[in-house]
């Protein structure tokens, strides 16, 4: 019920905003869903639009959170939501990496279109909806290095993104400092916390080397993209855009 009346206030919202019917239905479809398909080759920059893009801005947000978070948030709780250390975190990344692009990115033209460009981006990429509104491939070298990194990572579980999910992420980076500490003091008994939560040892193995696959699927194809005659920049987009069910990479992929 939550997803089917977020999908229909984003076709609303899109109508609104200037879409036609079809348009409206296509992309309301396809950005709840984080697909990222469009009819047009542009994508979302066919329309030229702030207020679309920031309609979608908004709903890719949404779309990349934990979609009983929302549920609870309807039903009058709030506090779940805000207590949730993975959507803290995954609101952190959109805003951290947002203002490192717009910062670090020369492009030239106004400053609120670079803004919506790259709070766009980044959210196009981590929610891994893979809409355009801009070449990211002309952007700066630092710009596309943060872009890279992101591919992979995904949104927050029980989202409709893909990607390795946050809170994998953070379940890792809690296991190794746990590790860490144990080289230092052997007997220290210490658990895999991600916020106030405690992860079972168990569930933490299983994360650990779901993670491990993941990076040895990403490192062999790579691999294999490279041994088909791309340079690197292709080969590593192209192969954490796949992992990440993204879809939007560098290079020859761009």
């Excluded at 196009?124 to 992101?150: E, K, P």
């Excluded at 106030?196 to 699927?217: E, Q, R, Y």
Aim: charge should be neutral; charged fraction near 10%.
């Amino acid at each position: 019920m939550v997803y089917l009346a977020f999908t229909v206030s984003l076709g609303l919202a899109y109508l609104i905003a200037g879409m036609d019917l079809y348009d409206a239905g296509a992309h309301s479809l396809t950005t709840v869903s984080t697909g990222g398909f469009s009819p047009y080759n542009s994508s979302l920059g066919h329309f030229q639009s702030g207020a679309i893009e920031w309609i979608c801005i908004v709903a890719m947000f949404i779309a990349g959170s934990s979609f009983t978070l929302l549920y609870r948030l309807l039903r009058g709780s709030v506090g779940p939501l805000i207590k949730s250390k993975e959507f803290q975190v995954y609101t952190a990344v959109v805003l951290l990496v947002s203002t490192v692009v717009f910062l670090v990115n020369v492009a030239a033209g106004p400053v609120a279109d670079r803004i919506r460009g790259s709070v766009f981006t980044t959210l196009t990429v981590v929610s891994t909806t893979g809409y355009a509104t801009d070449d990211f491939g002309s952007w700066s070298d630092a710009s596309q290095a943060v872009i890279m990194i992101l591919l992979p990572i995904g949104a927050m579980a029980g989202s409709t993104a893909g990607g390795v999910k946050l809170i994998r992420v953070l379940s890792v980076a809690s296991y190794a400092h746990r590790e860490a500490l144990r080289h230092l003091h052997p007997r220290l008994v210490r658990p895999v916390r991600v916020g106030g939560g405690v992860v079972p040892d168990g569930t933490a193995n299983k994360i650990v080397a779901f993670m491990v696959l993941a990076l040895a699927i990403f490192g062999s194809g790579a691999l294999a993209i490279a041994m088909t005659g791309t340079d690197l920049i292709t080969s590593f987009s192209a192969a954490a855009t796949a992992l990440g069910n993204v879809g939007p990479g560098l290079g020859e992929v761009g």
